[in-house]
């Protein structure tokens, strides 16, 4: 199955403005059918949900339709969907939560390759706690972060590991059911990171391993909002802090204060857009979601390897993004000018594609980049051979 990239950028009313977008990364642009979703959610009456006035009933819907949509991108169940206002958040939230079981001698492991969203929260839980922080570094050379990583830091009091499933920063991909076994052998919690890691491959909770795992509907054509899911019992078994009168059944135990119906019913339309990626696609939601993948990954592939040939054409240019299994994620400098110079020239003929370490700064520092960080390239379903094309054509035009 092929995408249709023409009808895809169609429903993307920001790619009028004729800038090359590659700053997907970071959020990516909103398709119509979202923006329509969340208009009607607004103009329709809403109120706290219920069953009793047509606005509880509608919000009741929404919450209803945004657990199962999230639930078939996941490969989750809708009782274990909870919603917040960021990944940040809810890694917040759900680090303090496990760190009440924690204690001195205790040690939980974060890795320098994540986004520091998936790095600070644990490591000032661990504080919090007495309990002692231990970092598994991956190769720079490679940009591979290895099971054999992440096993020298494993020890007998390990209570949790930390990982991305794909770095924000140079899209590698670890193998996370490998991680998954050798974390659980330890008897340890497996939380993982698929912020970036959702906007470009399938999502399978049981595959993944992962105990819990958070992402971000605004990565992948939604709106602003955080979702965590995880394994039931997992869930059940926390007691997060919590307002007396709030439910406490699972997944209200953790969602403080109202939901933003109006940003659940974009999401919502943000998964029902991306089944359609792939107009060919039958069957169930899942099944639509599982081939639309498929062909997202092969058309992003394509595109990636066409970037990767450019920059190797230009003397200039050194690429970080090394791993053999990677999401289509490019970071790299050029030779005589800092990040932050290259992003404005690229901007001033129309790509956009943003400089700095976007959050992830134990892994731009681990690279030899510093703080400052480099010049990150990332692609959408929207993202076009004419992109790509004037990337190139702009880089190879710098004033050096």
Not at 187 to 200: E, R
Not at 206 to 212: P, Q
Not at 229 to 255: M, N, Q
Not at 296 to 324: C, N, P, Q
């Given at each position: ?145 290895l099971p054999e990583h992440v096993a ?22 670890p193998d996370l059911p490998a991680l ?150 490019l970071l790299f400098t050029v030779a ?65």
């Amino acid at each position: 199955m092929a995408l249709d990239v023409a009808a895809i950028r169609a429903h993307v009313p920001a790619l009028e403005s004729g800038t090359a977008r590659f700053d997907a990364p970071g959020g990516t642009q909103t398709p119509q059918p979202v923006i329509d979703a969340i208009a009607a959610a607004l103009t329709a009456p809403l109120a706290n949900r219920g069953r009793n006035t047509e606005g509880e009933r509608n919000a009741d819907r929404i919450v209803a339709e945004a657990r199962s949509a999230l639930a078939d991108l996941l490969a989750a169940t809708p009782e274990t969907v909870v919603f917040g206002r960021s990944a940040t958040q809810l890694t917040y939230d759900l680090s303090r939560t496990l760190g009440k079981g924690w204690g001195p001698g205790d040690e939980v492991v974060v890795t320098r390759l994540d986004h520091d969203s998936n790095i600070r929260p644990w490591v000032q839980a661990a504080e919090a706690a007495g309990a002692r922080v231990r970092w598994a570094d991956f190769d720079p050379a490679t940009g591979e972060l290895l099971p054999e990583h992440v096993a020298a830091v494993l020890g007998p009091r390990t209570r949790l590991v930390a990982v991305t499933a794909a770095s924000n920063l140079i899209g590698t991909m670890p193998d996370l059911p490998a991680l998954a076994s050798l974390v659980h052998a330890h008897g340890a919690h497996f939380h993982v990171d698929a912020v970036h890691y959702a906007s470009h491959v399938v999502v399978d909770l049981a595959e993944t391993g992962a105990d819990t795992l958070v992402c971000s509907p605004y990565k992948f054509l939604g709106p602003h909002l955080g979702v965590l899911t995880g394994r039931a019992e997992v869930l059940e078994s926390l007691r997060p802090d919590k307002l007396l009168p709030s439910a406490d059944t699972v997944p209200e135990r953790f969602e403080l204060g109202t939901l933003p119906y109006e940003l659940l019913a974009g999401a919502s339309a943000a998964v029902d857009f991306l089944a359609g990626l792939a107009p060919a696609a039958r069957g169930t939601r899942r099944e639509r979601l599982v081939a639309s993948f498929a062909a997202l990954e092969t058309h992003e592939d394509v595109l990636r390897e066409r970037i990767e040939e450019g920059l190797a054409a230009l003397d200039a240019v050194t690429v970080y993004s090394r791993a053999a299994r990677r999401t289509p994620t490019l970071l790299f400098t050029v030779a005589g000018l800092r990040p932050a110079e290259v992003y404005r020239q690229l901007a001033e003929r129309g790509v956009d594609a943003p400089a700095g370490s976007f959050y992830a700064l134990e892994a731009s520092r681990r690279l030899g980049l510093g703080d400052e960080g480099a010049v990150r390239v990332g692609l959408a379903p929207y993202t076009c051979a004419d992109d790509v094309d004037r990337l190139l054509a702009a880089l190879a035009d710098l004033d050096r």
